[in-house]
């Protein structure tokens, strides 16, 4: 036998090498010692112009201090070049620090009087001149990032501070969204430090604009509702709060920046971090709440506009198909946040008739929202019932319906959710149907009771007890049925009772139909006792109980054929309860007669007759007994 060669062994993996550790960036001593002379000389140059300004003149002390700031600047070019980057910065912020010390000077010590120019407007070109003088210094030291950042982040303040007190706040607005849009331009086409400050500044500068505009407008709009607060309002925007034309010029600058700003959003990498179309979305946001608060001030249709608006806006996003795009989520908060805006404002006006128009709208974007697939069919059916619902009340608050007809139209919605019902037994639709029914039919009829608790509660429970038993024709809803008659008893009570009538089978009759109808088509394969036995008692005995022949033979007559009418039905369908029944009522009208007429028979006839029958019994004893029993067989047998 050849001998087995040996199994071959497993080659382990080698490890895996640890991951080298991020390297720390630490302070190098070189910059530690550039920092630190910057920073001293620039304390320097503040104390020499503390200290001597009284002992030489401010022209002498501001040229001394630019000369050294253009020395530090001019430094900073061939330092560039030769590669020196931390001596290039350390320069440059020298200089930068020093310009800016020497044009504080300047004003403060008094070369350049308050008289000549305010304070605003010199700091804005101040600000200019350092701006500037950066920018130019890029020109010839491109790799200095001190000189780029200085120009971005130095350049927002000069425009701001001149615009400041010299135009309204509409075109203060536009000349900010100016600066914005050259800002993202032109550090696009620096590096990357650039780029990210340009970013930075652009984005705070653009988010102060958006947040001053929407405020303005919604100031106007609190102060249109807030008459004993409007001085307060005035002094703030420094006129008219309440002026229609600059509250329309400020809503078309946001609107005009949040255009554009969708569009430099383009020109800008956001940090990943940020879910998609954060940008876009927020742009629209502040735009769609500074139209939604601009529109209510608009006169006589104010905010009848700003509910078509977020309807529409409602009805082009559920229109909208399914995909990945910017559009999508843009109308999504477009619509939520002017939707948002209408109701909070209709709820702080008590707006009672907008809001019942709110509610209605909601009802039927619902449904819209089924079709396009946007919701599950359950909640939708709950959504549009309370919603109606809460229509109707809020409109009845308001006055515009009377009490008649929203419980009238509270017990139609009820009623129509229930006949809806009828087509999806068996579904989770029918729960949801089932249940805001139920709450429309209690509102109308606790409604009702406040407005005609005979009547108009007759009208509630016919309404609602008609799809009902519809509803209950399902077998496998059958005991809805039961509901369906209650409703309807008490339905005919409340109409009887409205009538003023004292004729017991207008409160009797009606409601045995109605169990005898309901019997016949629910129950007619259980015993008659279950499906014909209310009925029939419930129409029959109280008649019987109060039938007199001297004085109503009418009612005696009619119970007598109808109890005829019901032996004859249950012996040819051999059933016990009307057999029974009929018999029962009447054998009580005729001992009910015998009573009647006993006192008027002479004694000696009604003995012999008593006579004459114990005779005959007992003479046919067995004959009769047999007779008896075969009779309770017969009767036992029906069903």
Known sequence: MQAMPPLPQAHRLPPVPPKAPRPRHRLSPQATLLSLGVLLLLAAGVTFLAVTWDSLPVAVQASIIATLAAIALAGAVPASRRRLTGTAEALAILGCGLLTVDLYGVRELGLIPPSAIDGLTYAGLAAAVVAAINLLMSRFAPNVITFGVATVIIGQLPLPLILADRVDLAPYLLGLLAQVVITVLWSAKGTRVIRITGSICAGL???ALLAVGSARVLLSLIAIHSPYDRPFFDDIVGGSATALSPVLATTGAVCLAALTGVGLLRKITLPRSLPPAFGECLCVAAAAFTVATCLPQLPAAGRWLTTGAATLLAVAA???????GVLTPVLEIATLVVASVNLLTCLALEDLRQLGLISAIVAALS???VWRKRLPAPTAAITAS?????AILLVL???LFSTWT???TLSVVGGFSIALACLHVGRPLEPALLGPAASAVTLAELLMLLESPTTGTGIVLTIAAAPLVAYGMRPARRNAQLIAALLLIVANTAFVLGAASTTIEWYTVPPALILLAIGLLGWRDQPSWIYLGPGLVLGLVPSALVANSNE??????FVVATAVTIILIGVRYTLQAPFIIGAAVLLKIALWQLL???PLIPRWITLATAGLILLTVGATYERRLQNAKQAARWVTALH
């Open 205 to 207: 500068v653009y988010s």
């Open 318 to 324: 559920l229109l909208r198909p399914r995909r990945t």
């Open 367 to 369: 449904l819209l929202a």
């Open 386 to 390: 309370l919603a109606t619902q809460l």
């Open 397 to 399: 608050a308001d006055g």
């Open 406 to 408: 929203s419980a009238i």
């Open 552 to 557: 109503d033979y009418l009612r005696s007559t």
């Open 596 to 598: 009647e007429v006993a």
